[in-house]
Protein backbone atom coordinates (compact mmCIF):
# COMPACT_ATOMS: atom_id res chain seq x y z
CA UNK A 1 0.00 0.00 0.00
CA UNK A 2 3.13 2.26 0.41
CA UNK A 3 3.29 2.53 -3.58
CA UNK A 4 -0.91 2.89 -3.46
CA UNK A 5 -0.89 6.15 -1.28
CA UNK A 6 0.45 8.50 -4.03
CA UNK A 7 -3.09 7.99 -5.35
CA UNK A 8 -4.31 9.44 -1.87
CA UNK A 9 -4.61 12.63 -3.32
CA UNK A 10 -7.35 11.93 -5.93
CA UNK A 11 -8.95 9.49 -3.67
CA UNK A 12 -9.37 12.69 -1.27
CA UNK A 13 -10.52 14.86 -4.37
CA UNK A 14 -12.91 12.76 -5.28
CA UNK A 15 -14.40 11.83 -1.45
CA UNK A 16 -18.04 13.35 -2.11
CA UNK A 17 -18.42 10.67 -4.64
CA UNK A 18 -16.52 7.91 -2.36
CA UNK A 19 -18.64 8.70 0.43
CA UNK A 20 -22.27 8.47 -1.79
CA UNK A 21 -20.99 5.09 -2.80
CA UNK A 22 -20.30 3.89 0.76
CA UNK A 23 -24.09 4.73 1.14
CA UNK A 24 -25.46 3.50 -1.60
CA UNK A 25 -23.45 0.05 -1.11
CA UNK A 26 -24.85 0.33 2.53
CA UNK A 27 -28.28 0.30 1.35
CA UNK A 28 -27.67 -2.16 -1.33
CA UNK A 29 -26.99 -4.68 1.00
CA UNK A 30 -30.20 -3.94 3.72
CA UNK A 31 -32.16 -4.33 0.35
CA UNK A 32 -30.73 -7.03 -0.33
CA UNK A 33 -30.83 -9.09 3.08
CA UNK A 34 -34.61 -8.10 3.74
CA UNK A 35 -35.84 -10.55 0.61
CA UNK A 36 -33.95 -12.97 2.46
CA UNK A 37 -36.23 -12.45 5.80
CA UNK A 38 -39.43 -11.84 3.18
CA UNK A 39 -38.85 -15.55 2.19
CA UNK A 40 -38.44 -16.98 5.90
CA UNK A 41 -41.85 -15.03 6.96
CA UNK A 42 -43.30 -16.68 3.46
CA UNK A 43 -42.14 -20.03 4.34
CA UNK A 44 -42.90 -20.07 7.78
CA UNK A 45 -46.38 -19.38 6.72
CA UNK A 46 -46.89 -22.53 4.38
CA UNK A 47 -45.36 -24.47 7.53
CA UNK A 48 -47.20 -23.52 10.00
CA UNK A 49 -51.00 -23.05 8.17
CA UNK A 50 -50.62 -26.71 5.92
CA UNK A 51 -51.93 -28.44 8.43
CA UNK A 52 -54.95 -26.05 9.39
CA UNK A 53 -55.83 -25.80 5.15
CA UNK A 54 -56.11 -29.57 5.30
CA UNK A 55 -58.43 -29.87 8.49
CA UNK A 56 -60.93 -27.90 6.73
CA UNK A 57 -61.45 -30.50 3.64
CA UNK A 58 -64.24 -30.99 2.37
CA UNK A 59 -65.58 -27.64 3.98
CA UNK A 60 -66.92 -24.31 2.58
CA UNK A 61 -64.07 -22.26 5.06
CA UNK A 62 -61.43 -24.19 2.75
CA UNK A 63 -61.91 -22.20 -0.26
CA UNK A 64 -61.69 -18.75 2.21
CA UNK A 65 -59.11 -19.92 4.07
CA UNK A 66 -57.00 -20.64 0.78
CA UNK A 67 -57.95 -17.26 -0.46
CA UNK A 68 -56.42 -15.46 2.63
CA UNK A 69 -53.30 -17.66 2.62
CA UNK A 70 -52.70 -16.88 -0.98
CA UNK A 71 -53.24 -13.43 -0.46
CA UNK A 72 -50.67 -13.19 2.13
CA UNK A 73 -48.04 -15.77 -0.34
CA UNK A 74 -48.46 -13.01 -3.07
CA UNK A 75 -47.92 -9.91 -0.79
CA UNK A 76 -44.55 -11.27 0.46
CA UNK A 77 -43.87 -12.17 -3.44
CA UNK A 78 -44.75 -8.64 -4.41
CA UNK A 79 -42.34 -7.35 -1.88
CA UNK A 80 -39.51 -9.31 -2.55
CA UNK A 81 -39.54 -7.86 -6.52
CA UNK A 82 -39.68 -4.48 -5.08
CA UNK A 83 -37.17 -4.90 -2.93
CA UNK A 84 -35.18 -6.39 -6.27
CA UNK A 85 -36.02 -3.11 -7.94
CA UNK A 86 -35.49 -1.11 -5.14
CA UNK A 87 -31.75 -2.80 -4.43
CA UNK A 88 -30.99 -2.78 -8.34
CA UNK A 89 -31.39 1.18 -8.13
CA UNK A 90 -29.10 1.85 -5.37
CA UNK A 91 -26.52 -1.06 -7.53
CA UNK A 92 -26.72 0.90 -10.37
CA UNK A 93 -26.05 4.32 -7.98
CA UNK A 94 -22.93 2.53 -6.77
CA UNK A 95 -21.20 2.29 -10.36
CA UNK A 96 -22.26 5.79 -10.98
CA UNK A 97 -20.25 6.69 -7.88
CA UNK A 98 -17.06 4.38 -6.96
CA UNK A 99 -17.03 3.23 -10.63
CA UNK A 100 -16.90 6.63 -12.11
CA UNK A 101 -14.58 7.73 -9.66
CA UNK A 102 -11.98 5.27 -10.68
CA UNK A 103 -12.44 6.50 -14.45
CA UNK A 104 -12.36 9.96 -13.30
CA UNK A 105 -8.90 9.28 -11.57
CA UNK A 106 -7.66 7.11 -14.57
CA UNK A 107 -8.05 10.39 -16.51
CA UNK A 108 -6.00 12.54 -13.86
CA UNK A 109 -3.62 9.85 -13.51
CA UNK A 110 -2.44 9.52 -17.31
CA UNK A 111 -2.78 13.34 -17.89
CA UNK A 112 -0.27 13.45 -14.80
CA UNK A 113 2.00 11.35 -16.02
CA UNK A 114 1.98 12.20 -19.73
CA UNK A 115 2.73 16.41 -18.82
CA UNK A 116 5.44 14.97 -16.57
CA UNK A 117 6.43 13.41 -19.56
CA UNK A 118 6.74 16.42 -21.31
CA UNK A 119 8.89 18.03 -18.53
CA UNK A 120 11.75 15.52 -18.81
CA UNK A 121 15.04 16.33 -20.53
CA UNK A 122 16.34 14.21 -23.80
CA UNK A 123 18.19 11.89 -21.64
CA UNK A 124 15.32 10.65 -19.94
CA UNK A 125 14.04 9.06 -23.52
CA UNK A 126 17.54 7.84 -24.32
CA UNK A 127 17.05 5.78 -21.42
CA UNK A 128 13.84 4.35 -21.70
CA UNK A 129 12.77 2.60 -24.95
CA UNK A 130 9.13 3.69 -26.16
CA UNK A 131 7.00 0.52 -25.29
CA UNK A 132 8.23 0.78 -21.39
CA UNK A 133 7.27 4.71 -21.60
CA UNK A 134 3.55 3.62 -23.19
CA UNK A 135 3.12 0.80 -20.76
CA UNK A 136 3.29 2.85 -17.81
CA UNK A 137 0.28 5.03 -18.97
CA UNK A 138 -1.14 2.63 -20.68
CA UNK A 139 -1.58 -0.93 -18.92
CA UNK A 140 -0.29 -0.09 -15.68
CA UNK A 141 -2.80 3.29 -15.11
CA UNK A 142 -5.37 0.30 -16.13
CA UNK A 143 -4.21 -2.15 -13.76
CA UNK A 144 -4.67 0.99 -10.70
CA UNK A 145 -7.47 1.39 -12.35
CA UNK A 146 -8.63 -2.01 -11.06
CA UNK A 147 -7.76 -1.27 -7.56
CA UNK A 148 -9.46 2.12 -7.41
CA UNK A 149 -13.00 1.11 -9.29
CA UNK A 150 -13.90 -2.77 -8.69
CA UNK A 151 -11.46 -3.54 -5.76
CA UNK A 152 -12.30 -0.73 -3.40
CA UNK A 153 -16.35 -1.07 -4.76
CA UNK A 154 -15.71 -4.88 -3.88
CA UNK A 155 -14.06 -4.14 -0.99
CA UNK A 156 -16.39 -2.00 0.84
CA UNK A 157 -19.54 -4.39 -0.01
CA UNK A 158 -17.66 -7.13 1.52
CA UNK A 159 -16.83 -4.93 4.79
CA UNK A 160 -20.52 -3.77 4.76
CA UNK A 161 -22.14 -6.90 4.23
CA UNK A 162 -20.23 -8.73 6.51
CA UNK A 163 -20.51 -5.92 9.59
CA UNK A 164 -24.37 -5.85 9.16
CA UNK A 165 -25.18 -9.82 7.75
CA UNK A 166 -23.38 -12.24 10.07
CA UNK A 167 -23.82 -10.68 13.80
CA UNK A 168 -27.64 -10.68 12.47
CA UNK A 169 -26.84 -14.46 11.67
CA UNK A 170 -25.23 -14.82 15.37
CA UNK A 171 -28.54 -13.41 16.83
CA UNK A 172 -30.46 -15.96 15.02
CA UNK A 173 -28.24 -19.15 15.59
CA UNK A 174 -24.64 -19.02 16.65
CA UNK A 175 -23.86 -23.04 15.40
CA UNK A 176 -25.73 -22.78 12.39
CA UNK A 177 -23.67 -19.63 11.46
CA UNK A 178 -20.58 -21.07 12.16
CA UNK A 179 -21.30 -24.35 10.43
CA UNK A 180 -22.47 -22.58 6.95
CA UNK A 181 -19.76 -20.22 6.84
CA UNK A 182 -16.96 -22.64 8.13
CA UNK A 183 -15.88 -23.42 3.91
CA UNK A 184 -16.27 -19.92 3.02
CA UNK A 185 -12.60 -18.98 4.60
CA UNK A 186 -11.85 -22.12 2.46
CA UNK A 187 -12.76 -20.63 -0.87
CA UNK A 188 -11.49 -17.16 -0.57
CA UNK A 189 -7.88 -18.49 -0.17
CA UNK A 190 -8.30 -21.44 -3.00
CA UNK A 191 -9.56 -18.37 -5.23
CA UNK A 192 -6.17 -16.65 -4.32
CA UNK A 193 -4.37 -19.03 -5.34
CA UNK A 194 -5.75 -19.72 -8.16
CA UNK A 195 -6.30 -16.21 -9.80
CA UNK A 196 -2.23 -16.04 -8.96
CA UNK A 197 -2.26 -18.63 -11.77
CA UNK A 198 -4.28 -17.02 -13.30
CA UNK A 199 -2.51 -13.54 -13.67
CA UNK A 200 0.70 -15.26 -13.63
CA UNK A 201 -0.11 -17.19 -17.11
CA UNK A 202 -2.21 -14.45 -18.44
CA UNK A 203 0.69 -11.91 -18.48
CA UNK A 204 3.14 -14.53 -19.95
CA UNK A 205 0.15 -14.26 -22.86
CA UNK A 206 0.74 -10.90 -22.94
CA UNK A 207 4.57 -10.90 -23.40
CA UNK A 208 3.90 -13.39 -26.46
CA UNK A 209 1.08 -11.43 -27.80
CA UNK A 210 3.65 -8.39 -27.45
CA UNK A 211 5.87 -10.25 -29.22
CA UNK A 212 3.72 -11.90 -32.03
CA UNK A 213 2.59 -7.98 -32.63
CA UNK A 214 5.79 -6.43 -32.79
CA UNK A 215 7.10 -9.29 -35.22
CA UNK A 216 3.99 -8.98 -37.47
CA UNK A 217 4.53 -5.17 -37.21
CA UNK A 218 8.21 -5.59 -38.46
CA UNK A 219 7.25 -8.02 -41.26
CA UNK A 220 4.52 -5.10 -42.68
CA UNK A 221 6.49 -2.29 -41.82
CA UNK A 222 9.61 -4.26 -43.65
CA UNK A 223 7.35 -6.00 -46.31
CA UNK A 224 9.14 -4.71 -49.64
CA UNK A 225 12.89 -5.97 -48.02
CA UNK A 226 10.98 -9.16 -47.57
CA UNK A 227 9.73 -9.73 -51.25
CA UNK A 228 13.23 -8.22 -52.39
CA UNK A 229 14.73 -10.65 -50.35
CA UNK A 230 12.50 -13.39 -51.21
CA UNK A 231 12.23 -14.11 -47.26
CA UNK A 232 8.44 -14.48 -47.18
CA UNK A 233 8.15 -18.28 -46.17
CA UNK A 234 10.68 -17.99 -43.61
CA UNK A 235 8.82 -14.74 -41.83
CA UNK A 236 5.93 -17.09 -42.13
CA UNK A 237 7.26 -20.33 -40.32
CA UNK A 238 8.97 -17.28 -37.96
CA UNK A 239 5.08 -16.15 -37.37
CA UNK A 240 3.70 -19.97 -37.15
CA UNK A 241 6.70 -19.95 -34.48
CA UNK A 242 5.60 -17.54 -32.70
CA UNK A 243 2.18 -18.24 -32.87
CA UNK A 244 2.32 -21.24 -31.20
CA UNK A 245 3.84 -20.15 -28.18
CA UNK A 246 1.09 -18.13 -28.24
CA UNK A 247 -1.10 -20.76 -28.21
CA UNK A 248 0.36 -22.92 -25.71
CA UNK A 249 0.59 -20.33 -22.95
CA UNK A 250 -3.34 -19.52 -24.13
CA UNK A 251 -4.29 -23.64 -23.69
CA UNK A 252 -2.03 -23.40 -20.10
CA UNK A 253 -4.20 -20.65 -19.22
CA UNK A 254 -7.72 -22.00 -20.46
CA UNK A 255 -6.83 -25.06 -18.02
CA UNK A 256 -6.35 -23.02 -15.00
CA UNK A 257 -9.44 -20.92 -15.51
CA UNK A 258 -11.43 -24.55 -15.76
CA UNK A 259 -10.69 -24.73 -12.47
CA UNK A 260 -12.33 -21.69 -11.30
CA UNK A 261 -16.00 -22.01 -11.46
CA UNK A 262 -15.80 -25.76 -10.47
CA UNK A 263 -13.87 -24.59 -7.11
CA UNK A 264 -15.94 -22.15 -6.04
CA UNK A 265 -19.63 -24.32 -6.96
CA UNK A 266 -18.69 -27.24 -4.89
CA UNK A 267 -17.27 -24.57 -1.85
CA UNK A 268 -20.41 -23.30 -2.40
CA UNK A 269 -22.64 -26.67 -2.20
CA UNK A 270 -20.43 -27.55 0.59
CA UNK A 271 -21.57 -24.51 2.54
CA UNK A 272 -25.61 -24.94 1.75
CA UNK A 273 -25.32 -29.16 2.46
CA UNK A 274 -23.70 -27.68 6.11
CA UNK A 275 -26.18 -25.33 6.48
CA UNK A 276 -29.26 -27.67 5.80
CA UNK A 277 -27.98 -30.73 7.67
CA UNK A 278 -27.01 -28.40 10.56
CA UNK A 279 -30.22 -26.44 10.24
CA UNK A 280 -32.45 -29.19 10.27
CA UNK A 281 -30.57 -30.54 13.75
CA UNK A 282 -31.92 -27.36 14.95
CA UNK A 283 -35.67 -27.55 13.46
CA UNK A 284 -35.82 -30.92 15.08
CA UNK A 285 -34.30 -29.89 18.41
CA UNK A 286 -36.74 -27.00 18.38
CA UNK A 287 -34.39 -23.89 17.87
CA UNK A 288 -35.07 -23.08 14.55
CA UNK A 289 -37.83 -22.90 11.71
CA UNK A 290 -37.54 -24.26 8.00
CA UNK A 291 -37.78 -20.47 7.31
CA UNK A 292 -34.60 -20.11 8.95
CA UNK A 293 -33.14 -22.69 7.00
CA UNK A 294 -34.01 -21.38 4.21
CA UNK A 295 -32.58 -17.81 4.98
CA UNK A 296 -29.52 -19.09 6.06
CA UNK A 297 -29.49 -20.66 2.32
CA UNK A 298 -30.10 -17.43 0.85
CA UNK A 299 -27.28 -15.51 2.95
CA UNK A 300 -24.92 -18.04 2.12
CA UNK A 301 -25.31 -17.38 -1.55
CA UNK A 302 -25.07 -14.00 -0.46
CA UNK A 303 -21.96 -13.97 1.11
CA UNK A 304 -20.40 -16.34 -1.49
CA UNK A 305 -19.45 -13.36 -3.98
CA UNK A 306 -18.04 -11.40 -1.89
CA UNK A 307 -15.98 -13.69 -0.04
CA UNK A 308 -14.53 -15.34 -3.65
CA UNK A 309 -13.77 -11.58 -4.55
CA UNK A 310 -11.69 -11.40 -1.09
CA UNK A 311 -8.96 -13.51 -3.20
CA UNK A 312 -9.51 -11.54 -6.52
CA UNK A 313 -9.62 -8.14 -4.53
CA UNK A 314 -6.09 -9.01 -2.96
CA UNK A 315 -4.83 -10.01 -6.56
CA UNK A 316 -5.52 -6.87 -7.87
CA UNK A 317 -3.87 -4.64 -5.11
CA UNK A 318 -0.85 -6.61 -5.75
CA UNK A 319 -0.80 -5.72 -9.39
CA UNK A 320 -1.72 -2.59 -8.68
CA UNK A 321 1.22 -1.59 -6.27
CA UNK A 322 3.56 -3.00 -9.01
CA UNK A 323 2.21 -1.58 -11.76
CA UNK A 324 2.13 1.76 -9.52
CA UNK A 325 5.45 1.43 -8.65
CA UNK A 326 6.57 1.42 -11.93
CA UNK A 327 4.76 4.95 -12.71
CA UNK A 328 6.30 6.39 -9.59
CA UNK A 329 9.54 5.17 -10.92
CA UNK A 330 9.15 7.47 -13.54
CA UNK A 331 7.35 10.43 -11.34
CA UNK A 332 10.07 10.57 -9.14
CA UNK A 333 12.04 11.49 -12.86
CA UNK A 334 13.69 15.20 -12.24
CA UNK A 335 14.36 17.63 -15.05
CA UNK A 336 18.06 18.52 -14.51
CA UNK A 337 17.34 21.29 -17.55
CA UNK A 338 15.87 24.17 -15.10
CA UNK A 339 16.54 28.04 -15.64
CA UNK A 340 18.24 30.05 -12.56
CA UNK A 341 16.58 33.35 -13.20
CA UNK A 342 13.65 32.27 -15.57
CA UNK A 343 14.38 35.29 -17.81
CA UNK A 344 11.73 36.07 -21.07
CA UNK A 345 12.86 38.08 -22.89
CA UNK A 346 13.57 38.72 -27.33
CA UNK A 347 16.49 37.54 -28.47
CA UNK A 348 18.99 39.15 -31.01
CA UNK A 349 21.26 36.43 -31.77
CA UNK A 350 24.60 36.26 -30.45
CA UNK A 351 26.16 32.78 -29.81
CA UNK A 352 29.76 32.11 -27.83
CA UNK A 353 30.64 28.65 -26.65
CA UNK A 354 33.66 28.92 -24.34
CA UNK A 355 35.77 25.77 -23.68
CA UNK A 356 32.43 23.62 -23.62
CA UNK A 357 32.74 19.84 -22.91
CA UNK A 358 29.82 17.52 -23.02
CA UNK A 359 29.71 14.16 -21.84
CA UNK A 360 26.18 11.70 -22.53
CA UNK A 361 24.65 11.08 -19.10
CA UNK A 362 23.45 8.21 -19.90
CA UNK A 363 26.42 6.65 -21.39
CA UNK A 364 30.03 8.38 -20.56
CA UNK A 365 30.66 9.36 -23.79
CA UNK A 366 32.53 12.35 -24.31
CA UNK A 367 30.80 14.07 -27.76
CA UNK A 368 32.46 17.86 -27.05
CA UNK A 369 35.95 18.67 -25.87
CA UNK A 370 36.87 22.17 -24.90
CA UNK A 371 34.89 23.82 -27.89
CA UNK A 372 34.95 27.60 -28.76
CA UNK A 373 33.82 29.83 -31.11
CA UNK A 374 31.46 33.06 -31.16
CA UNK A 375 28.89 34.03 -33.93
CA UNK A 376 27.77 37.51 -34.02
CA UNK A 377 24.17 38.44 -34.80
CA UNK A 378 22.60 37.85 -38.00
CA UNK A 379 26.05 35.59 -38.58
CA UNK A 380 25.94 32.24 -40.14
CA UNK A 381 28.05 29.44 -38.55
CA UNK A 382 28.65 25.96 -40.57
CA UNK A 383 29.62 22.84 -38.55
CA UNK A 384 31.52 20.19 -40.75
CA UNK A 385 32.61 17.15 -39.69
CA UNK A 386 32.12 13.20 -40.19
CA UNK A 387 29.41 10.85 -38.38
CA UNK A 388 29.55 11.09 -34.63
CA UNK A 389 32.14 13.93 -34.61
CA UNK A 390 29.37 15.97 -31.70
CA UNK A 391 28.19 18.23 -34.61
CA UNK A 392 24.37 17.23 -33.60
CA UNK A 393 25.35 17.67 -29.98
CA UNK A 394 26.26 21.66 -30.72
CA UNK A 395 22.86 22.48 -31.91
CA UNK A 396 21.41 20.19 -28.74
CA UNK A 397 22.72 21.97 -26.51
CA UNK A 398 22.30 25.41 -27.95
CA UNK A 399 18.56 23.74 -28.39
CA UNK A 400 19.17 22.98 -24.60
CA UNK A 401 18.23 19.73 -24.52
CA UNK A 402 21.42 18.91 -22.55
CA UNK A 403 23.55 21.17 -20.30
CA UNK A 404 27.16 21.42 -20.62
CA UNK A 405 29.34 19.01 -18.66
CA UNK A 406 31.64 21.93 -18.40
CA UNK A 407 32.59 25.29 -19.51
CA UNK A 408 29.62 28.15 -20.57
CA UNK A 409 27.46 28.73 -23.51
CA UNK A 410 26.24 32.42 -23.95
CA UNK A 411 23.21 33.84 -25.85
CA UNK A 412 23.56 37.62 -26.34
CA UNK A 413 26.44 37.67 -23.66
CA UNK A 414 23.78 36.23 -21.08
CA UNK A 415 24.67 32.15 -19.63
CA UNK A 416 22.35 30.18 -21.20
CA UNK A 417 20.64 28.89 -18.01
CA UNK A 418 19.50 31.72 -17.26
CA UNK A 419 16.69 31.94 -19.81
CA UNK A 420 13.04 30.80 -19.20
CA UNK A 421 13.35 27.23 -21.66
CA UNK A 422 10.30 27.04 -23.23
CA UNK A 423 10.96 31.05 -24.11
CA UNK A 424 14.40 29.86 -25.19
CA UNK A 425 13.20 27.27 -27.43
CA UNK A 426 10.22 29.45 -29.23
CA UNK A 427 13.25 31.49 -30.62
CA UNK A 428 14.92 28.86 -32.10
CA UNK A 429 14.03 27.01 -35.29
CA UNK A 430 15.51 23.80 -35.41
CA UNK A 431 15.56 21.22 -38.08
CA UNK A 432 17.04 17.66 -36.73
CA UNK A 433 18.57 15.05 -38.73
CA UNK A 434 15.69 12.39 -38.02
CA UNK A 435 12.80 14.31 -39.43
CA UNK A 436 9.50 13.59 -37.73
CA UNK A 437 6.22 14.18 -39.06
CA UNK A 438 2.90 13.64 -37.77
CA UNK A 439 0.07 11.73 -39.13
CA UNK A 440 -1.94 15.13 -40.32
CA UNK A 441 -2.28 17.06 -43.25
CA UNK A 442 1.12 19.15 -44.89
CA UNK A 443 -0.50 22.26 -44.15
CA UNK A 444 -0.62 21.30 -40.35
CA UNK A 445 2.65 19.47 -40.18
CA UNK A 446 4.33 23.09 -41.71
CA UNK A 447 1.93 25.21 -39.16
CA UNK A 448 2.76 22.68 -36.52
CA UNK A 449 6.17 24.91 -35.73
CA UNK A 450 4.22 28.45 -34.02
CA UNK A 451 1.99 28.32 -31.87
CA UNK A 452 -0.25 30.67 -33.79
CA UNK A 453 0.04 31.17 -37.64
CA UNK A 454 -1.86 32.12 -40.73
CA UNK A 455 -2.17 30.23 -44.37
CA UNK A 456 0.14 32.83 -45.68
CA UNK A 457 2.95 32.19 -43.28
CA UNK A 458 2.66 28.65 -43.93
CA UNK A 459 2.49 29.01 -47.68
CA UNK A 460 5.57 31.48 -47.53
CA UNK A 461 7.48 28.91 -45.44
CA UNK A 462 6.86 26.17 -47.93
CA UNK A 463 8.15 28.85 -50.74
CA UNK A 464 11.14 29.10 -49.31
CA UNK A 465 12.08 25.65 -48.64
CA UNK A 466 11.46 24.93 -51.60
CA UNK A 467 8.89 22.35 -51.47
CA UNK A 468 5.51 24.80 -52.01
CA UNK A 469 5.14 23.18 -55.85
CA UNK A 470 5.77 19.52 -54.89
CA UNK A 471 2.71 20.04 -52.19
CA UNK A 472 0.18 21.79 -55.11
CA UNK A 473 1.38 18.51 -57.23
CA UNK A 474 -0.67 16.15 -54.55
CA UNK A 475 -3.85 15.36 -55.73
CA UNK A 476 -5.32 17.38 -52.65
CA UNK A 477 -2.32 20.20 -51.88
CA UNK A 478 -1.37 21.47 -48.68
CA UNK A 479 -4.49 18.88 -47.42
CA UNK A 480 -2.74 16.09 -48.06
CA UNK A 481 -2.55 13.43 -44.82
CA UNK A 482 1.07 12.35 -45.27
CA UNK A 483 0.43 9.02 -43.40
CA UNK A 484 2.57 7.92 -39.80
CA UNK A 485 6.02 9.54 -39.24
CA UNK A 486 5.35 11.28 -43.76
CA UNK A 487 5.43 8.05 -44.91
CA UNK A 488 4.11 9.04 -47.70
CA UNK A 489 6.85 11.66 -48.86
CA UNK A 490 10.09 11.22 -50.19
CA UNK A 491 13.08 11.49 -47.70
CA UNK A 492 14.35 15.17 -49.70
CA UNK A 493 10.27 16.32 -49.25
CA UNK A 494 10.12 15.64 -45.61
CA UNK A 495 13.15 17.29 -45.36
CA UNK A 496 11.90 20.09 -46.45
CA UNK A 497 8.74 20.21 -44.61
CA UNK A 498 10.66 20.44 -41.19
CA UNK A 499 12.51 23.33 -43.26
CA UNK A 500 9.18 25.24 -43.65
CA UNK A 501 8.34 24.05 -40.23
CA UNK A 502 11.28 25.71 -38.56
CA UNK A 503 10.69 28.73 -41.13
CA UNK A 504 7.24 29.45 -40.07
CA UNK A 505 7.96 30.25 -36.41
CA UNK A 506 10.22 33.15 -37.56
CA UNK A 507 12.95 32.26 -34.99
CA UNK A 508 15.75 34.31 -33.93
CA UNK A 509 18.37 31.27 -34.53
CA UNK A 510 17.82 28.99 -36.98
CA UNK A 511 19.51 25.24 -36.70
CA UNK A 512 19.93 23.24 -40.24
CA UNK A 513 20.88 20.07 -38.33
CA UNK A 514 22.14 17.48 -41.44
CA UNK A 515 18.85 18.93 -42.99
CA UNK A 516 19.43 18.49 -46.72
CA UNK A 517 21.22 14.57 -46.46
CA UNK A 518 18.85 13.61 -48.10
CA UNK A 519 17.99 15.59 -51.21
CA UNK A 520 20.59 15.88 -53.98
CA UNK A 521 23.33 17.88 -54.57
CA UNK A 522 21.11 20.20 -57.43
CA UNK A 523 17.97 20.83 -55.34
CA UNK A 524 20.63 21.10 -51.94
CA UNK A 525 21.71 24.25 -54.18
CA UNK A 526 18.33 25.57 -55.15
CA UNK A 527 17.62 25.14 -51.10
CA UNK A 528 20.35 26.73 -50.10
CA UNK A 529 20.05 29.82 -52.81
CA UNK A 530 16.58 30.28 -51.58
CA UNK A 531 17.74 30.21 -48.10
CA UNK A 532 19.82 33.46 -48.44
CA UNK A 533 17.10 35.69 -48.09
CA UNK A 534 15.53 33.66 -44.56
CA UNK A 535 19.12 33.64 -43.32
CA UNK A 536 19.16 37.47 -43.44
CA UNK A 537 18.88 39.05 -40.38
CA UNK A 538 19.09 35.40 -38.42
CA UNK A 539 22.05 33.59 -36.67
CA UNK A 540 22.22 30.19 -38.72
CA UNK A 541 23.71 27.08 -37.97
CA UNK A 542 24.37 25.03 -40.75
CA UNK A 543 25.24 21.72 -39.79
CA UNK A 544 26.68 19.18 -42.40
CA UNK A 545 28.96 16.57 -43.09
CA UNK A 546 28.93 18.19 -46.72
CA UNK A 547 31.12 20.75 -47.51
CA UNK A 548 28.75 22.45 -50.08
CA UNK A 549 26.44 23.03 -47.17
CA UNK A 550 29.11 25.50 -45.67
CA UNK A 551 29.23 27.94 -48.97
CA UNK A 552 26.74 30.14 -47.32
CA UNK A 553 28.62 30.45 -43.74
CA UNK A 554 30.77 33.53 -42.49
CA UNK A 555 32.35 30.83 -40.15
CA UNK A 556 33.52 27.66 -40.82
CA UNK A 557 34.50 24.94 -38.02
CA UNK A 558 35.31 21.42 -38.82
CA UNK A 559 35.34 18.83 -35.48
CA UNK A 560 36.29 15.33 -35.45
CA UNK A 561 35.95 13.18 -32.70
CA UNK A 562 34.39 15.86 -30.69
CA UNK A 563 37.09 18.31 -31.04
CA UNK A 564 37.83 21.54 -32.86
CA UNK A 565 40.51 20.77 -35.46
CA UNK A 566 40.08 23.37 -38.08
CA UNK A 567 38.41 26.82 -38.05
CA UNK A 568 37.82 30.00 -40.46
CA UNK A 569 36.11 30.74 -43.75
CA UNK A 570 36.35 28.89 -46.82
CA UNK A 571 39.03 30.35 -48.37
CA UNK A 572 40.93 30.39 -45.10
CA UNK A 573 40.19 26.75 -44.45
CA UNK A 574 41.20 25.87 -48.39
CA UNK A 575 44.54 27.52 -47.89
CA UNK A 576 44.94 25.33 -44.94
CA UNK A 577 45.54 22.55 -47.07
CA UNK A 578 43.63 20.30 -44.25
CA UNK A 579 40.98 18.15 -43.16
CA UNK A 580 38.35 20.54 -44.67
CA UNK A 581 40.83 20.98 -48.50
CA UNK A 582 40.75 17.30 -48.30
CA UNK A 583 36.93 16.50 -46.74
CA UNK A 584 35.98 19.07 -50.26
CA UNK A 585 38.33 17.52 -52.70
CA UNK A 586 36.73 14.29 -52.31
CA UNK A 587 33.13 15.52 -52.55
CA UNK A 588 33.62 18.02 -55.46
CA UNK A 589 35.24 14.92 -57.31
CA UNK A 590 32.74 12.22 -56.40
CA UNK A 591 29.97 14.80 -57.30
CA UNK A 592 31.80 15.02 -60.67
CA UNK A 593 31.81 11.39 -61.18
CA UNK A 594 27.99 11.30 -60.81
CA UNK A 595 27.33 14.12 -62.84
Known amino acids: MKELSHLNKYLYKYKFYLILGFIFIVLTNLFQILPAQLVRH??????????????????????????????????????????????????????????????????????????????????????????????????????????????????????????????????????????????????????????????????????SQSGLSTFAQEAFSGIRVLKSFTREPDSIRNFAKESDNYKNKSLKLTKVQSMFFPLIMGLIGMSTILTIYVGSTEVIKGNLTFGNIAEFVIYVNYLTWPVTSLGWISSIIQRAA????????????????????????????????????????DSGIRALDNINFSIAPGEALAIIGTTGSGKSTIANLISRLYDTTAGEIKIDNRPINEYNVSNL??????????????????????????????????????????????????????????????????????????IARAI????????????????????????????????????????????????????IIVLDEGKMIEQGTHEELMQLNGVYKDLYDKQMTAEQVME
Open 42 to 207: AINLVTDNIYVFRLFDGMDLKNDFYAVFASGILVYAGLIVLMAFIRGFFLFLVRQTIIVVSRYIEFDLKNEIFNHYQTLPLSFYRRNNTGDIMNRISEDVSKVRMYLGPSIMYGLNLFTLFIILIPYMMTINAKLTFYSLLPLPILSFSIYFVNNLINKRSEEIQI
Open 322 to 361: ASQKRINQFLLEKNDIVSTKNLKENLVGELSFKQVTFDYP
Open 425 to 498: RSQIGYVPQDVFLFSDTIFNNIGFGAKEYSEEKVLNAAKEADIYQNILDFPEGFKTKIGERGITLSGGQKQRVS
Open 504 to 555: VRDPKILILDDALSAVDTKTENTILNSMKKIMDGRTTIVISHRVSSAKLADK
